[in-house]
């Protein structure tokens, strides 16, 4: 920490800050408070949909619509597999 808050430059900082934070989180145990619960419901078209893992909300950034009975891309979309 000495080192972050005596860097000369913001970019200094930022690496001995990231460096100090990595090494309190391995050194100091950590206890959850609340158990984290999410239900995430999409059609079986959608596939690649994903909880995000440190708040649980829906991730669609892999996400594609496919035909459900094939498991193929949809042809509206003109992409099949």
Do not use: C, N, W
Not at 57 to 63: K, T
């Amino acid at each position: 920490m000495q080192r972050a808050l005596s860097a000369r430059t913001q970019e200094e900082a930022d690496r001995h800050f990231t460096e100090a934070q990595q090494e309190l989180s391995e050194q100091i145990p950590a206890t959850g408070l609340y158990t984290q619960t999410s239900t995430l419901a999409v059609d079986r078209a959608l596939q690649g949909v994903y909880p995000e893992a440190s708040q649980g909300g829906p991730v669609f950034y892999d996400a594609e619509f496919v035909d459900a009975a094939s498991g193929d891309l949809d042809t509206e979309a003109g992409e099949k597999q």
